[in-house]
């Protein structure tokens, strides 16, 4: 199905089971533990053999020997693999470096080995055997070092976000040195680990020359893709599976050692072969979220209209890998003008950077919304005020093309009644409760929309049940859950009557799980599955398809009527198709929008801030799923409560590698940090976005978070920290008198 036209009434605007609080179908696996994940509960690959990945212990370098004699001789090893016996190999289309290190190493805890042996203690006793003599080189580990002669590097996220190294409108300078109010500052943010609950792992198994994997992956297309690539062998000869995912946040979008390693291990071994990457290799050997330098300025009239914006980003990045795309929010949020964005990359030897839970916008709007309430205060203008009076319609840069939808002034009307933000007090430091100072902080939330094409196989078996089949993952999100709702829409059934199959590569290919992509685009794809559906059924019970009304579990066409179940009665019915899109992305900026809102109280004696209230609200098109997506938005929410005041990886800049590698040492928020947090979902519907008109909202329930909690900070205490986390040292001695 090809949607290139705005998408007018169709099966799904009934709303019988799409748009409904359902509760998650997988949801009583995941309670009893019984959902199979990667590493365990899979009986398919019997009397597997675990593999344990050695890390590279230098960040630069190359080695010289390795000794694997102990290792070989300890209890229970059945083989080792090193760049040394591993064969010749290529790498992914989506890795930026090797994921098997040797002898030259790219950066700390590159995977340079695995050890397999009967039992995992036994792999790890002996991986604590091999020996490794390296030769360390010197290596580039200082972000502000190497910003210093970085060049302008442009660069896409692939979800949505990007920028070219460069980019201008009008003349920036002149406006900005002319504005009669002025506004400069330099912000940054820190390194920062998925840190997602399971590990990277996977089970890999040969038979002959074809290999089956399940592993944890968010896009199994492209990690297949990788897989094949990187071994060197055809990409039907592989089996990808992940039917569940344990978080990913995008770190699992790309293939990682762990599925690589387990497959070379098997290869070696003779027997399937189990690899979890142990937690300090999540941070040094997988992928994280970059650090960035961040400049903005901006001129305004006295009545707060903007006349220049320019938003300045640095970041850093193996060789061959991208910057951060930080400024992208900045080209499309607000109206001005003059602007300019710019980005620079520094080749660094730390792990690889790539997407980590809205790539660009997250960190961007960290800075962008904490200037804008600068900027405010510098007008004397209430923060929401300021951004309701350069609010736009149409891209900034191309006022031809207009937003599918943008309704931020809703939500930032909504949000200042519902939060109370006419009992903020505009005067920092003034609202104490005991020992508390307290405050009040807001930003706005913006997510581009991204179309991908999704396909999708659905079954209308004799008993009447619909089966649903698609190489769509589900990390967590409740995919499977609007996977049917949508299929149950499209039939008449209850959603009892549909089951759904995910995460399987001999399944049709799908948009898969990130950049919240994953919703709209896979949903669409099962409704251009169904819609081939239906038209079968139609024939097969004799009706015209263009007038057959499929409710309550029956097909009706005029004075006729069947059960459902009825066409497949001499055989099962199946129908296969995918959603393409046309150029609407391209006449309309397709984006989604919010508002967040925090109130913190801060220790006046120790400086230690307390999240005490929080609200999103969030326009994203059709919500599917409000249950569902409520908890996709409050998860967004405590992340970024978490990168506002607690994420950070601290990088050791003489042996180039992340310290605090493990989940003692970097910090993520606990049930502790979080207060109640409450959601609304503007009614909106996006018919330029896909026959659901439906938009994603994963993401956007974490733009903006940070700098609102930060506003809050700074409303309570009268102090600005403009570096991220905002840790208490970074305002406790200059945080009020406590008498």
Known sequence: ??????????????????????????????????????????????????????????????????DLSQAKAAPGVIAIVT????????????????????????????????????????ARAAANLVRVDYARAKGRFDLDEELKTAPLTGGSSDEGSSAPGVDRVGKFEAAFASAPVKF??????????????????????????????????????????????TLNIRKDKIRFMSPYVGGGFGGKLFLRSDALMAA???????RPVKVALQRPLIANNTTHRPATRQRIRIGATADGTITAIAHESGSGDQPEGGPETAVNQTKLLYAGANRMTSMRLAVLDLPEGNAMRAPGEAPGMMALEIAMDE???KLGMDPIAFRVRNDTQVDPEKPERRFSERNLIGCLEQGRQRFGWSKRNPRPAQVRDGRWLVGMGMAAAFRNHINMPSGARVRLGRDGIVTVETDMTDIGTGSYTIIAQTAAEMMGLPIERVVVKLGDSSFPVSAGSGGQFGAPNSTGGVYAACVKLREAVAQRLGYDPANAVFED????????????????????????DRIEFGDLGKKYQQS??????????????????????????????????????????????????????????????????FVNHDLAGYEVPVHADIPHQEVIFLDETDATASPMKAKGIGELGLCGVGAAVANAVYNATGVRVRDYPL???????RLPPIA
């Open 1 to 66: 199905m090809r949607f290139d036209t705005p998408a007018g009434t169709n099966p799904i605007d009934r709303l019988k089971v799409v748009g409904k609080p359902l509760d998650r179908i997988d949801g009583p696996l995941k309670t009893t533990g019984t959902a199979p994940y990667a590493y365990e509960h899979h009986p398919e690959p019997a009397n597997a053999a675990y593999g344990y990945v050695v890390g590279s212990a230098v960040a630069k370098g190359r080695i010289r020997s390795m």
């Open 83 to 122: 760049a040394e016996n591993a064969g010749k190999l290529g790498k992914g289309s989506f890795n930026t470096v090797k994921l098997l290190g040797g002898p030259e190493v790219d950066h700390y805890h590159q995977a340079i080995a695995v050890v397999v042996a009967e039992t995992f203690e036994q």
């Open 184 to 229: 400069d500052a330099t912000y940054t943010t820190p390194d920062q680990s998925h840190a997602m609950m399971e590990p990277h792992a996977s089970i890999a198994a040969w038979d002959g020359g074809s290999l089956s994997v399940w592993t944890s992956n968010q896009m199994i297309d492209w990690g297949r893709g990788d897989l094949a690539k």
């Open 264 to 270: 070379l291990a098997a290869r070696a071994a003779h």
């Open 375 to 377: 900027m405010a205060e």
């Open 553 to 576: 579990g029956r097909v009706r066409a005029g004075n006729r009527s069947a059960a459902l179940a009825e066409a497949a009665k001499d055989g099962e019915l199946s129908a296969e």
């Open 592 to 657: 989604t929008f919010g508002a967040h809102f925090a109130e913190v109280g801060v220790d006046s004696y120790t400086g230690v801030v307390r999240v005490r209230r929080m609200l999103a609200v969030c326009a994203a098109g059709r919500i599917l799923n409000p249950k569902s997506a409520r908890s996709q938005v409050i998860g967004a929410m405590t992340m970024g409560v978490g990168g506002a005041l607690m994420e950070e990886l601290a990088v050791d800049k003489r042996f180039g590698f």
């Open 727 to 733: 840790t208490l040292e970074k305002h406790l001695d």
